[in-house]
């Protein structure tokens, strides 16, 4: 029982010491740092910042062109005024509508 158990031993303590050689081969890769190729933020993004501002731009233009467009749709260059008389008991009794150029 006793060769059962330095079997095991010596198979587990071969596993862990080829799993910690396998760590330390990984571990010393070289890693180069090219020192000569440090850009700024702007640099590296400035695409996207280009972009940024052309979809600001195209959203200030379209929005002022649909508020004024909206304008010129409802009143269409005329003013209506409705007038509505009721007596005491809230009946009508009369409706005025004028309208006006602007």
């Not at 330095?6 to 571990?27: E, G, R």
């Amino acid at each position: 029982m006793l060769q059962i158990a330095m079997k095991y031993s010596f198979k587990a303590m071969a596993a862990l010491i080829l799993m910690l050689t396998s760590i330390v081969v990984q571990a010393q890769e070289k890693v180069e740092i090219d020192t000569q190729e440090v850009k700024s933020w702007l640099e590296t993004n400035w695409i996207w910042v280009a972009a940024g501002v052309v979809l600001l731009l195209l959203i200030v233009f379209l929005s002022r062109g649909s508020r004024t467009t909206n304008n010129r749709t409802i009143s269409g260059g005329e003013r209506k005024t409705t007038t509505v008389v009721k007596d005491e008991q809230g009946n009508v009794q009369s409706v005025t509508t004028t309208e006006e150029k602007l």
